[in-house]
Nanobody, 120 residues
Framework: QVRLVESGGGLVQPGGSLRLSCAASGFTFSSYLMRWYRQAPGKERELVAG????????TYADSVKGRFTISRDNAKNTSYLQMNSLKQEDTAVYYC?????????????WGQGTPVTVSS
């Protein structure tokens, strides 16, 4: 069974840090690009960060650049999102996403989401 299981969310004060994890199983993790999205109440889901299958290239939304770091450990089938200097505007449900092209078809999976609340 294909699974993306997220963990590490919770309540944190402004200026604090959290590390989100996304544990993958049921597919060849090293062949998939990974992304983190987030969705705040009443807002559209937005792309936060992405990383290539080999981990050699990363991209970030302007709103998190310099504060967040996406990474992956293909030996552990896990992607991470290190979040530093958190702001109230970062409050959202964070989702893990995996994608590749397999036999001419898009193959993609979503995690269940983990909530992050930044508040004093």
């Amino acid at each position: 069974q294909v699974r993306l299981v997220e963990s590490g969310g919770g309540l944190v004060q402004p200026g604090g840090s959290l590390r989100l994890s996304c544990a993958a199983s049921g597919f060849t993790f090293s062949s998939y690009l990974m992304r983190w999205y987030r969705q705040a109440p009443g807002k559209e889901r937005e792309l936060v960060a992405g990383i290539t299958s080999a981990g050699d290239t990363t991209t970030y939304a302007d709103s998190v650049k310099g504060r967040f770091t996406i990474s992956r450990d293909n030996a552990k089938n896990t992607s991470y999102l290190q979040m530093n200097s958190l702001k109230q505007e970062d409050t959202a449900v964070y989702y893990c996403y995996a994608r590749t092209w397999l036999y001419g078809r898009l193959d993609a999976y979503w995690g269940q989401g983990t909530p992050v609340t930044v508040s004093s």
